[in-house]
């Protein structure tokens, strides 16, 4: 497959994790509004804190180190092996969740059953529903190498959406059931995620065998299954053995303010219900446009790249085409997080005040907001640095990157509990942006040690150009002015002048990009008429 149609799938592929994104995010802000009228902030915080992390804690631990190693380009070529070592996944899936059920109900603060009843069994359904998911993921794994883009946006756009129509059904009807809701939801979730899977391959695979079409590389559903005699790629194995070291620090980086939470109780339940929902709100366009990226990045670098050769090595073609798609997305998402910094800034207020009132727009909740807007610049950068330096890097790197990231993860956990005992939520996020720098530092470190001695430079991409920075920055000054004249007394009319205040200014800076960014532009319109055609 050439340059320009791995590009092509992985744009599709971003774009339709958008949707993906999109809606789960859409479906989460429009169910929280809902459930805060039919539940109380302390069972918000322990469902959406405590209980969602042990399932995601299980997944993660489970499948991301198969996830990343499997998705290489080589790993095609030994299905067979593949689909061995993926099925791994199920018994240290199993593994997790004992253990980690054990402690979530027995090593750490357990909820007032008076408030937060059935506490107990919540924990059993949540766990359940994440090995019951890890049943589909060696479907999941061929279904992203052989590129097939629709399939995880369809498949897991419905789960979601039932998982939502389940709990505001059962919310609506009963109510006293509590965290059950939730946990029949989370069940449902994934026997669709499942069953969706399967049945997709099912007739895929017998579509292929009646049209004798050999472009799949499955001839029956039995393919999909272990084979007990076919052993697994050691080379792969000990990838994988490698990124799950590097996941499990990731993990405590990624997730290291809900541990904190979870297992220090720094702050009560229903503050964690409230600093979930503010979360949530401000990772909106981290989960829309930046994971998706982030995503397609690493799977695009895998497969135009050949891990572990420097940029020297490289075919000359797919060096110069990896080289300039990095810049591009580098350059891109450092001015879209730009934007969301400079304006969020301004209007964390507003949007608080119209989405929940009194209740999110008094008190921390909009400077946590505006701290976490810088987080999201922050988030922009770090995903598709990391993904290049994910999909490029040897075994001996990564077994390096492996300890590095262990002290990231001691540093930032005890900043997030130092910065959270003195500044309460805000800590949280002030200690994710320190954790950020650190690994947005080493990734552009790696970028410069890897393209050094060849004519490509793409880690400059990530500071914008001087007259782009003149703008944003003025439009930074004059929308916190309005924010400071026009908010002070309440009205439509002022907000309204408030928001058309910054609507001109975001139309200068846009402007200004699409001027001073002319490859940037260039490179984008070249997709966009490719995607047309």
Known sequence: MSGADILRKAAQSASYNMILQLTFRLLTFVLNAFTLHYVSRDMLGVVNVRLLLLYTTILFLAREAFRRACLSKSAEDKWPQVINLVWCSIPIGILFSGVLSVVWLWMIEVPDPHIVPHYHTGVLLFAISAIIELLSEPLYIVAQVLLYVKLKVLVEGIALACRCLVIVTLLLISPQLGILIFGIAQILLAVLTVVGYYGYFTYHISVCQTKKDDALPFTSMRDLFPSLNIGINKSLSSLVWSFFKQGFFKQLLTEGERYIMTIFSVISFADQGVYDVINNLGSLAARFVFLPIEDSAYLLFTQSLTRG?????????????????LESLLKGVSLLGLTILVFGYAYSYLLLDIYGGDILSSGSGPMLLRVYCMYVLLIAINGVSEGFVFATMKKE?????????????????????????????????????????????HSLHYMSKYYKGSPYTP???????????????ASFLITIVSENLLLRQAGWINRCIHIGIGGVCLTLAAGTVYIAEYKLMTFIKLQYNRKTV
């Open 397 to 441: 790197e990564v077994d390096r990157y492996n300890r590095m990231l262990l002290c990231f993860s001691v540093i930032f956990l005890f900043s997030s509990w130092y910065l959270t005992v003195h500044l309460g939520s805000l800590g949280f996020i002030l200690a994710n942006c320190l954790n950020m720098i650190a690994r947005i530092a």
């Open 309 to 325: 050769r420097k940029i020297k090595e490289q075919d000359p073609d797919m060096a110069q085409f990896s080289s300039l798609v």
């Open 459 to 473: 880690w400059r991409a990530v500071m914008p150009p001087p007259a782009v920075l003149v703008v944003y920055a």
